[in-house]
Structures are given as C-alpha cells and as structure tokens.
C-alpha cells in the first residue's frame, strides 16, 4: 500500500507540501481540514488562487501587488510624490506600510543584487526605479534593502547610479542599530559598532 | 490603504490563514510562493484540491478514504479478512499501516462519542461497524481509538454492543504504558499505574 489510501489524497497533500517550511504531516492536516468542508467552500479556495494568479496586476510604476494597473499608493493624492522608499519585496512594502511612519511612494526591486544566486542588475527593477526619477521629480530616495551583504550591494550600485543622473536628489538608507527592546550586551558587535558610528543627537 | 495592496491577494490569503495553525504572515508567505510559479502550476495546485474533494470516496465497508468505492486494504487478498482494527480517523490508519505491524483490515468510525461536543454515538460509523462482525465473520476487533475520557467511552459503548450481538469475537485494546524512550519519572501517574497493572511476561 502507498503512504496514502488515495492517489487523489497523496496529490493534495504533495501541492501542500511543496509550499515553504511545511512538512507532510501538516499538508495532510491542512487537506483533511478542506475535505470536511463543503464543495463551494473548497471550490472558493482553489478558485482565489488561480484568480489571483490570473487577475493581480504588478503596478507600472513601482511593482508592488495591485488590482490594478497603477496600485493604490502610486495613485494616491495623499502621499509625498517625491518621495520614494527603496524594498526588496512586497512583504517590506506592508511592513513599512503597518509603521504608520512613512508617507511617500514604493520601489519594489524584486530582489538584491546576489552574484552567488545568479541575480545580476538587470534582473531586479532597478533601470526602472532610475528612469522615475527625472521625470517624476523625485527628491529624495530612501534605501530600505536588508543589512546583508547582497543588501549593502544593491545599495551602493543604486548609489552610484543616482549620482551618475543627478545630484540633486538625495539618497539614504534606514538606521542600522540596536533594535527597540533590546539589550547591548546580547547585540552582535557590528550592529553595536555602526550604532556609536551613527549615533544621533539626545532630544529630551 | 488596506492591509494588502490587492484584494484579491488578501482573499487569497484569507483562504490559507482558515485553515488551523496558520497565520497570517504565514498564509502570505504561501500565496507568495504560489504566485512565483507559473499558471500552470498555480491551476495545478488549486485543481488537486477541487478533484479531490469532487472524486474522492469514502471506503464502504471500513469508511477510509479511496480512490474507488472499496478502498486497496479492504479488497487486498494479502491481508487477513477476520480482524478489524477501530480507529478514530483516517490520519491514524497511516500511522497504524506505518507501523507495518498490523495486517487486518480497519473501520474508521470518524471521530469518538463526545456529549460535550453533542457527538453521540449515532453521528459515528458505530452500527456500520456492528453490522460487519457477522457478515464477515471477524474473529477479532483491535480498539485503537485515543487514550482519552472520550476514547475511553467509546471503546466501552463499541464493547458493550459487541457482547449483545455475539460472544465468538475477540475484543481488545491497545496497549497502554511507557513509551518506548521515556524515563520512568517523567511518565505521569496514571500512565505508569496503567504500565504496572497492564505488565506483560518478561521475554529474553
């Protein structure tokens, strides 16, 4: 006998199980869940799938998730438009958006820069972040790329690229410190050291 | 904004968050996925779960899942036609069958008699399996149902039928006692009070 009593059954459970971190027990359990529920139940489910597949529009100006062909954030008269934060994915383009801190427009690359991987300039959205900022005006750029090597990579080629274009728009990256909560003398030395590098000034 | 930028990603992840143990960000990061892949596979994911729960079949005699109208255990001739082991679920014939100690055949009851949760013996594959013992002719029933108050009064509703209908099969349980790896002091009470009474003959 197979490790499952239906073919049907093995081959639900083996989709579950290519996702991410989920192990086969788990997929089984989530298959079992959606067994006992009704057809349109299951049927909804399966069909947000391939709908999202087939409907979701990438936004033509900063790549984020969208319904539609510009996302709610490009076409938003209530953000800064000269203003455009810098992320890898759209998952830092929710996360940043949950701060509540930040006002202005997205980038979204798709990706860093990581040779090792096979990830090249050309595959990210990087000649299209570049071409926005001449005509759209853009002031100042905000990188908030992940603090790893193929972070500190992409950041530097956007650097440099910027200042090839222009110099009048200013370019930044998100402090890098001691994260809220935290104590020192569990923090890694690097993190500690750019933390007393880029200290800021007290305000009471 | 909303909490995703599409709709239709936040229905898709909607549908994976409902299933048990699964949260948000978790659901996220699985729709993510999917819509990395191409549309085929996308279609591919949500078909298996939509002919699954279309064409799958409950078995008719043991009530386990299958491709066909009597499952691959009932119909095989390999496997010994007189003895039934009771199970709660079908999760727990796997786990039985993974064994690879057990060569009878199984009667999933889906679920144990439970008032709290206004589960009584009716809404279980009670009379069904009652109905088997004498057309079969089963010499043996194995209860092999959760170690709980409510396995507990399952297994001795399931008995006490038994005893009325005929007194030529066998009843018996699973053993209960000390896992296999576990110390002795971490075994609860109950449990190691179980294990002494329940001792069985020392074998070199």
């Known amino acids: 006998m197979n490790e499952y009593p239906s073919i049907l059954l093995g081959e639900a459970v083996n989709q579950f199980a290519s996702l991410p971190g989920m192990g086969r027990k788990t997929a089984l359990r989530h298959v ?32 984020n998730l969208s ?8 076409s938003s008269i209530h953000r800064n438009q000269q203003l455009i934060c810098v992320v890898e994915n759209i998952r830092d383009v929710m996360s940043i958006e949950n701060t509540g801190q930040y006002n202005g427009l997205y980038h979204v690359l798709g990706g860093v820069i990581s040779p090792m991987d096979g990830v090249g300039p050309k595959d990210l959205e990087i ?26 990579t992409t950041n530097f080629y956007i650097y440099r690229k910027m200042s090839q274009l222009t110099a009048s728009c200013r370019v930044s990256q998100i402090a890098r410190g001691v994260a809220v ?21 007290y305000k009471a």
């Open 32 to 63: 079992l869940t959606l067994l006992k529920r009704s057809d349109a139940e299951v049927e909804h489910f399966a069909t947000s799938l391939t709908r999202l597949k087939k409907e979701v529009h990438y936004c033509r100006k900063c790549h």
């Open 67 to 74: 319904d539609t062909d510009l996302c709610p954030i490009c």
């Open 127 to 152: 000649d299209s972040l570049i071409e926005r900022i001449i005509p759209e005006n853009i002031q100042d750029v905000i990188l908030a790329l992940p603090t790893t090597m193929e972070g500190d």
């Open 181 to 201: 909560g935290n104590d020192i003398e569990y923090t890694d030395e690097i993190t500690l050291g750019k933390s007393i590098i880029n200290r800021t000034e």
